[in-house]
């Protein structure tokens, strides 16, 4: 699976290497990554702040696509109304705020990854939103 990162593109493999990139590829808090089997559809796209991340899934082309809904599993120190998000560029230019209501632990958006990397379904690990 192609992962296209803040810090670049790289191939994974397996469990164990997306989990690697997971943890490596980021700049300070913030880390995004769009990941795909053929490009560009299926598509899944995870950005992360610390400890929460957002996930976008674009089945096919034209689909608007599902964005992630928060669930029980939010961390109880997260109170901000809303989160700020870098994209894969890493630049100010291309971030982003969004409600706290999209957002989900970072360890649920990780399972995420792994079922994509899987099935290139949508993960049914995640409470998802069709656009």
């Not at 490596?24 to 913030?30: K, S």
């Not at 559809?41 to 608007?64: K, Q």
């Not at 890493?90 to 989900?104: I, N, Q, R, T, Y």
């Given at each position: ?8 593109r790289v191939h994974v ?6 989990a ?7 700049q ?7 990941l ?10 995870i ?12 089945p ?8 992630s ?5 939010l961390?109880?120190?997260a ?12 630049s100010?230019?291309?971030?982003f ?10 360890e ?13 379904a ?10």
């Amino acid at each position: 699976m192609e992962i296209d990162t803040i810090t670049g593109r790289v191939h994974v493999r397996d469990h164990q290497q997306l989990a690697l990139v997971f943890r490596e590829c980021r700049q300070g808090a913030f880390g995004a990554f769009d990941l795909s089997h053929q490009e560009p559809f299926p598509w899944l796209s995870i950005l992360i702040n610390d400890s929460l991340a957002c996930l976008h899934y674009f089945p096919v082309e034209g689909h608007p696509g599902f964005q992630s809904q928060a669930g029980s599993g939010l961390p109880p120190t997260a109170t901000d109304e809303t989160v700020h998000f870098l994209q894969s560029s890493g630049s100010e230019g291309d971030s982003f705020d969004l409600p706290l209501s999209v957002a989900v632990p970072v360890e649920l958006a990780l399972l995420a990854a792994q079922q994509f990397f899987d099935t290139s379904a949508l993960p049914n690990c995640i409470q998802w939103w069709e656009l």
